[in-house]
């Protein structure tokens, strides 16, 4: 189910195609909410909602909605994210990585369908479940595990981990552990891309931002705030909501009150209240998840602002590995595994004549070799030095961090016992 939202005058009369029944079933089982009864019904709101057409017959292969290159990118890059969060679970339990380490398995079609559409200069900015998003911008499977494991190689040096991606060279912002606190570093992000384009005068400068967080987050300040300023400063930012319907062991439905005259609290629909095309999709759908991105770039990119996607999808594991998974229920998990999204690509690339079998192995086993030399060359790579614990925190090294030999002050004698004589920088006085 896709619908895709547009602003329209105040106080139009609009046609709203009401919830699918999957997810009345959802409702009824999840919430016991009388679920909405199927038809069609005249609201007023400030947005148009229209179903996405689909045909009852196989279309042809001329019919495909992507290119035979796009659909073997979009399958590579969701195989890579789905076999390289299932090894991060082996590598975890073997002792290998440390702290919390949460998997995105299960939500690929969203990573795969948005980011695989930007540009190199665009900035992507995610969340402590934030691997696949790394990897699908482009930082090498090598610069992820690595980081996972606490190396020097990592795309952080071994000082972010798992929560905490980043990569300057490819843009990747970050991956924030507090929800909602890297929403307003994506709004930083696009509206240096609008200052230099309407300010500076550089045409060139059409570089957008997706900030990616979960249904948890909508709940928090920081999310109204930035859609506030982004509407307000027509900034080219695309807000993705992977709502997968948990936040931690807390269910959306009971979390999130509902959206005026629904049985059901929709996240797209903020959208328009902040002046903002609003757009829900079938986050299990990559090639839906894609048509939605796509329409959203490209409206940033020519100025026309921002845009709120709510991609409905799921995890198929717990919230982190340290979570038994105890509070959904098995018909749940069962009926979203039933949708997961490499398959059905798989199936669409072989109906439509995208793929042969022998072309989806190959890729298939190109994941396979990637992930395995992955974790060899991340359980090879050496540890970070010592030294690397007083990086990042003095704003002057060679005055705070490092003595007058040239050693880093914590290699004097007494260092730790707090005897060793340090000496103030040059010009620095003590108060």
């Not at 195609?17 to 609201?43: D, F, H, I, N, W």
């Not at 890059?77 to 995105?104: N, P, S, T």
């Not at 999130?256 to 759908?285: C, N, Q, W």
């Not at 004549?353 to 990637?370: M, P, R």
């Amino acid at each position: 189910m896709l619908m895709v939202v547009r602003s329209c005058a105040a106080g139009d009369t609009v046609l709203l195609k009401e919830v699918p029944a999957r997810m009345q079933t959802m409702l009824k089982q999840r919430s016991g909410l009388r679920a909405a009864q199927p038809g069609r019904r005249v609201v007023k709101v400030r947005a148009v909602a229209a179903p996405l057409k689909t045909s009852t017959s196989a279309p042809s292969s001329s019919k495909a909605l992507v290119t035979p290159e796009v659909a073997k990118d979009l399958y590579y890059d969701m195989v890579l994210g789905r076999e390289f969060e299932e090894m991060c679970a082996q590598m975890y339990y073997r002792g290998k990585m440390f702290g919390f380490v949460h998997l995105y398995s299960g939500q690929e079609a969203v990573s795969s369908g948005v980011i695989r559409l930007l540009r190199p200069d665009d900035h992507v900015v995610s969340t402590y479940r934030d691997h696949v998003h790394a990897l699908s911008k482009g930082v090498s499977a090598r610069e992820v595990m690595a980081e996972l494991f606490g190396k020097k190689t990592g795309c952080c040096r071994g000082q972010g981990g798992s929560m905490h991606m980043f990569s300057s060279k490819h843009n990747v912002l970050g991956g924030y552990a507090f929800i909602g606190e890297g929403i307003p570093v994506g709004l930083g992000a696009a509206f240096q891309s609008k200052y230099r384009r309407d300010v500076l005068g550089d045409e060139s400068a059409d570089s957008v931002t997706c900030s990616f967080f979960g249904d948890g987050t909508c709940n928090v300040g920081q999310f109204y705030e930035s859609l506030n300023m982004a509407a307000l400063y027509k900034l080219p930012h695309i807000f993705v909501v992977e709502n997968n319907l948990w936040a931690i062991g807390m269910s959306h439905l009971r979390a999130t009150s509902r959206t005026s005259g629904d049985e059901h609290p929709y996240i797209y629909k903020k959208g328009p209240a902040f002046g903002m095309p609003g757009v829900l999709v079938d986050g299990m759908d990559v090639l839906k998840v894609r048509q939605v991105a796509q329409e959203a770039v490209e409206r940033a990119r020519r100025g026309e602002g921002p845009t709120l996607i709510e991609a409905e999808t799921y995890r198929f594991r717990g919230h982190s590995l340290a979570d038994p998974d105890e509070l959904r229920s098995k018909d749940e998990k069962a009926k979203y595994l039933a949708r997961d999204p490499i398959p059905q690509l798989k199936k669409y690339m072989l109906e439509h004549g995208l793929a042969t079998e022998a072309d989806i192995k190959a890729l298939e086993d190109k994941v396979a070799e990637v992930v395995e030399d992955c974790v060899k060359f991340a359980d090879e790579s050496p540890k970070p030095e010592r030294g690397q614990l007083l990086e990042n925190v003095f704003a002057d090294p060679r005055g705070f961090g490092i003595a007058e030999d040239g050693r880093y002050r914590y290699q004097q004698a007494g260092f730790s016992s707090g005897t060793a004589v340090v000496s103030p920088p040059i010009g620095f006085l003590w108060h």
